[in-house]
């Protein structure tokens, strides 16, 4: 698996929807982009100047909204995913 550092942290991003609510198939150009994923993995926190680090905001099994254009995309084990630092991070879904 894979494990990141500092306030980084790997999300798995939520599939767009291929239909409509009223049942029409959309291209992949038509779909919107999303901005949601499950935080899979989270770092140790940030770094500090005396040492120490900030314990993160998220947990692991959080859903979250994140900036658009956030992060790296990265295949792993044939699934994708996106490291993100976690001031990317705009909300946590409840």
Partial sequence: ML??????IIIKQKENEGTTKSGIVLTDSAQENNYEG??????????????SRKKPEVNVGDYV???NYAGTKVDYNDESF????ENDVLAIIE
């Fill in 38 to 51: 499950e935080v899979i993995a989270i770092g140790p926190g940030f770094l500090l100047n005396d040492g």
């Fill in 82 to 85: 996106l490291v993100i630092s």
């Fill in 3 to 8: 494990k990141p550092l500092n306030n980084q």
């Fill in 65 to 67: 909204i994140y900036k």
